[in-house]
């Protein structure tokens, strides 16, 4: 370890003491203070939904969920479909269906498992929120590095070499600093000094407490940092989706279980494919099909363009699940977009 960072935690919970964000899934410093101890559930859950998003956009929906799953053995006995419709906006389905399984392993279990490894044995949960959840909710010395901890090791280290390299040095140093007491908060004040200071960004070396111990900032461009290689170019996918009215009903469809969106309602539609098939010919209905206009969507691995049809159904009714056009809702954001272009 770099002999400079042995005064790491010290500073680092220092700050986090007086700068610590006020979060509604957090138990704050003080809170730990008087006695407090985290909730094992609503540290998993937002560890979970912030895999794919921001904070504020998470609050929302964690608001939501602990309404109305207050505990994991509420949200065990809750129905799929229901999971899934309330995850709706929150990246990957998948995710879902293995919140739902690791709940129900947590709730025949009686409780959460407290370390590293057995957590890691439960659906859904990787290295990253397997120490997360270890370190806060249960303060165990635990290491939970993400994203924003690869950044400001990058830069604290002035790290240069080859990327997948250079994270296992974040990892070590990271997990050799954990201190034996506050491990939860130091892991705590790591993400906040990520995601408000040293961001990826322009960051505010200014009132960093970690600034004199800062490689890149000494060096004059924490910016450069981390050296990451170039990412690639997202291939671009294309297909159609079609709204078919029937009356006051608009047909919708379940997906597969497996694949992308696995197991959600969405708008019938083609196969989505670089050589994507655009037109008509994967239509639910024979019908007089106007086309109304063009969604775009961002997927972690792909960009897709879907082309959006509309029609009145003349003839006999497909299957499906045919639902009151005021009723839709939960739809994946994508279909979300078709749904309101076909709306407008």
Same mark, same amino acid.
């Given at each position: ?12 919970l ?20 008087e006695?407090?101890?985290p909730?094992p559930y609503?540290v998993w ?38 999971v ?36 890691l044995k439960?659906p859904?949960?990787g290295?990253?929120?397997?120490g #997360?959840?270890? +370190?806060? @909710? ?6 939970a590095?993400? &994203?924003? $901890?690869?950044? /400001? %090791? ?29 491990s939860?908060?130091?892991a ?6 990520g ?18 111990l ?10 450069r ?13 294309r ?11 608009v ?10 969106l696995g ?14 098939? #655009?037109?008509? +010919?994967k @239509?639910p ?7 109304? &206009?063009? $969604?775009?969507? /961002? %997927?972690?691995?792909f ?9 009145d ?11 009151p ?13 078709a ?6």
């Amino acid at each position: 370890m770099h002999k400079d960072l042995n005064t790491l935690p010290e500073l680092l919970l220092d700050w986090y003491d007086r700068a610590a964000r006020d979060l509604p899934w957090r138990t704050g410093p003080k809170a730990r203070a008087e006695g407090q101890r985290p909730d094992p559930y609503r540290v998993w859950l937002s560890e979970i939904m912030l895999q794919q998003t921001t904070v504020p956009h998470a609050a929302r929906y964690f608001a939501e969920f602990t309404r109305r799953w207050p505990t994991v053995e509420a949200l065990a006995e809750a129905e799929d479909a229901d999971v899934m419709a309330a995850w709706a906006g929150l990246g990957y389905y998948a995710r879902a269906r293995n919140l739902l399984k690791c709940a129900r392993e947590v709730a025949a279990l009686g409780a959460f498992p407290e370390t590293e490894a057995d957590l890691l044995k439960l659906p859904g949960i990787g290295p990253y929120t397997a120490g #997360a959840i270890a +370190a806060i @909710a249960f303060d165990q010395r635990a290491a939970a590095v993400d &994203g924003n $901890v690869d950044r /400001v %090791f990058a830069r604290l280290l002035a790290l240069k070499g080859e990327w997948k390299a250079e994270k296992k040095v974040v990892a070590e140093t990271v997990r050799e600093l954990v201190p034996n007491m506050r491990s939860g908060e130091f892991a705590e004040a790591l993400m906040d000094l990520g995601a408000t200071i040293c961001t990826p960004k322009s960051p505010n070396c200014l009132i960093c407490p970690l600034s004199e111990l800062c490689m890149a900032r000494a060096e004059g461009d924490p910016d450069r940092y981390p050296v990451k290689p170039a990412k690639l170019k997202k291939p671009t996918r294309r297909g159609a989706a079609f709204v078919l009215i029937d009356g006051g009903e608009v047909l919708l469809e379940r997906r597969p279980n497996k694949g992308l969106l696995g197991g959600m309602v969405g708008l019938p539609g083609s196969v989505w494919a670089e050589d994507g098939d #655009a037109g008509v +010919a994967k @239509a639910p209905a024979e019908a007089d099909w106007r086309e109304i &206009g063009e $969604v775009r969507h /961002v %997927f972690t691995h792909f960009s897709l363009e879907l082309t959006v049809w509309r029609a009145d159904l003349n003839g006999e009714r497909p299957d499906g699940l045919w639902t009151p056009l005021g009723e839709v809702s939960g739809l994946p954001s994508v279909f979300g977009k078709a749904w309101a272009l076909a709306r407008s």
